[in-house]
């Protein structure tokens, strides 16, 4: 195993840490596929990600944009003609489950939303729910036709600088028209008209760390919704509008099904998280704007 230093994961923040778990889940399909041995996942006291990989540095971006890739034809396909989780009906959503003749493509299906009788509990990972033309399954397939091994070699490796613009022909090609490539994770992502220099209905300013926004995308499916009178994500909690996720972060190297189980054991029993090699607890909330619009605020130190 190699042992990669990430310097460009932070695990102090919600994008960070949610794209250090989707590197790790498509690093393990890769490992298993190849009859290689699992990948570890672990973090520095700073938050960076440290990984141990069956793969070398230089070929690391190369290996996960492959698997990125192989995202591709779930989310055209089963999943073309859903655009947000709130899209999805018993009978669409059943059906999809049934046809769904891969792994990723189920897992995927439970991290979007679940099925509560006749509706559709989304992820309370989502914030990109139709306001500003931004939603989140479309923002997903949006991010797969765009991103390239530089961007996600950027992310892994480089302190994000959140550069990257839609170049105008991609947009022309995609038909993208005025949709941004985000899933809405980050809190500057929420740009309030009355801080902003230009009007964003108006102007194309938007720019983002593009291999981030794709390396995200795997970690929904790690986080399957429950249900419930008022369903949650996995490691989530509700109290009226508000939503919170809370992780924690950990020194031992762990491999997928462990930081699974870490994630979801939440961060309410800190002192059986710290015998298990966890460091360090962090929550991030979910917030709604004017006309419903969602957004993440900062992250939050818990312990």
């Known amino acids: ?43 520095k006291e700073d938050g960076t990600a440290v990984l141990q990989s069956p793969a070398v540095a230089d070929q690391l971006a190369v290996v996960l944009l492959a698997r990125l890739r192989a995202l591709g034809p779930s989310l055209d396909g089963s999943l073309g003609n859903i655009n947000r989780p709130s899209d999805f009906t018993r009978s669409n959503y059943e059906a999809i489950a049934l046809e769904g003749d891969a792994p990723t493509t189920v897992n995927l299906l439970a991290g979007l939303a679940c099925l509560v009788g006749d509706d559709a509990s989304e992820s309370t990972l989502c914030a990109a729910n139709g306001s500003s ?6 923002s997903m397939r949006d991010v797969l036709k765009l991103v390239e091994e530089e961007h996600v070699r950027l992310a892994l490796f480089e302190p994000w600088k959140r550069s990257y613009r839609i170049p105008d022909v991609k947009r022309k ?16 992502d929420e740009r309030l008209y009355a ?12 720019s983002t760390e593009l291999g981030a926004q794709a390396l995200a995308i795997p970690a929904f499916g790690l986080l399957p919704v429950v249900p419930g009178k008022e369903s949650i994500t996995v490691a989530s909690r509700r109290s009226g509008k508000r939503v919170t996720f809370s992780w924690v972060l950990w020194t031992v190297p762990a491999t997928l099904r462990t930081v699974r189980s870490l994630v979801w054991g939440g961060v309410g ?22 006309k419903g619009k969602l957004s993440f605020a900062p992250s939050q130190g818990v312990w």
């Open 173 to 188: 090609e995609l038909q993208l028209g005025t949709r941004k490539p985000t899933l809405r994770l980050d809190p500057s």
């Open 269 to 290: 029993r800190p002192k059986e998280q710290r015998e298990r090699g966890a460091f360090a607890a962090f929550s991030a909330d979910r917030v709604s704007g004017t």
């Open 195 to 206: 801080l902003r220099l230009s009007n964003p209905t108006t102007t194309d300013d938007f």
């Open 1 to 43: 195993m190699n042992q990669l230093l990430l310097p460009g994961l932070d695990g102090h923040h919600l994008w960070g840490f949610l794209t250090a778990l989707g590197s790790l889940s498509l690093l393990d399909e890769h490992a298993r596929e190849q009859g290689l041995g699992p990948p570890r996942l672990a973090f």
């Open 133 to 138: 033309h931004q939603n989140l399954v479309q």
